[in-house]
């Protein structure tokens, strides 16, 4: 059902279109199917599901700790994991500095610390291997969004944009077997940059030669994506797979529950109309 400030929940309803549609017109000043020039996708919990793959790794990585040493409790170092996780990330344009190794490394040595233990530097590696072994392991293609790109992807150019390090955001599309339908691949580590800057998004959209007010963005954080791209010029479009803490209200940005939902709304609006059969 959608509710008076645009939000979508359940199943994407049958009157999500219109929403579109008209949300289009108003940011655009113009009627689909012309408007858009190019599109940029965030790719944490839009593109990928990251948080189940990485709350698989962290578990394996958490399981082999308990192994090298008796006073790791597997429970309290994945809740270590993730809250160290999340102070490193507090500030991603500082969090992003160094190299994608040196992070992970950075985050399981708090998070072991936070619960009295110290790994030397060879089983701490063995640590966070596994993890992100296993993380990957998790992320597998999925044919109905590869195949909603494809179609897309002949409409207009699409790119990714994440506060991530290449190499790692690289090894996730790669693994989703997105990388053939994307045009750019934008990441904060590389500029010092992180969302929501508008330089980040700008670099997006000069990376698709697009103006970026001609730019749909597509993401899963309010804050990082959805008030990032306002800010960049960009129209955006809010992925709500996971619940947020504060919902904006009013919501003037349409919401859909996963990106496949939102790409077959904008398909359905820029696809070619079929040409009209001659009447004899």
Not at 213 to 238: E, F, K, N, Y
């Amino acid at each position: 059902m959608l509710t008076t400030s645009c939000t979508l929940v359940s199943d994407q309803p049958t009157d999500t279109l219109p929403v579109l549609a008209t949300y289009l017109h108003t940011r655009l000043g113009t009627t689909p199917p012309r408007p858009l020039a190019a599109i940029s996708l965030d790719v944490d919990d839009t593109l990928i599901d990251t948080s189940t793959s990485m709350a698989h790794g962290v578990r394996a990585g958490a399981q082999l700790a308990a192994t090298l040493t008796s006073r790791v409790d597997p429970g309290a170092l994945i809740d270590a994991y993730h809250a160290a996780f999340a102070a490193h990330w507090r500030h991603p344009a500082a969090a992003g500095a160094g190299g994608v190794q040196d992070v992970r490394r950075r985050v399981w040595r708090t998070a072991l610390r936070s619960v009295g233990v110290t790994l030397d530097t060879s089983d701490l590696d063995r640590v966070v291997r596994t993890c992100v072994g296993a993380q990957l392991a998790m992320i597998a293609p999925d044919p109905e969004l590869r195949g909603l790109l494809r179609e897309l992807t002949d409409l207009v150019p699409v790119a990714v944009s994440s506060n991530g390090h290449r190499a790692s955001v690289q090894r996730k599309l790669d693994k989703a077997a997105l990388t053939e339908f994307v045009t750019a691949i934008i990441c904060g580590p590389d500029s010092g940059l992180a969302k929501p800057d508008p330089g980040l998004f700008h670099a997006c959209s000069r990376a698709l030669n697009v103006d970026p007010t001609r730019c749909l963005h597509i993401g899963d954080s309010w804050h990082a994506d959805v008030q990032g791209a306002l800010a960049a010029g960009m129209v955006p479009i809010w992925i709500t797979r996971q619940p947020a803490a504060t919902r904006p209200r009013p919501l003037t940005v349409p919401s859909y529950p996963t990106v496949t939902h939102a790409i077959r709304d904008l398909l359905q609006l820029f696809s070619p109309a079929p040409p009209e059969r001659s009447r004899g």
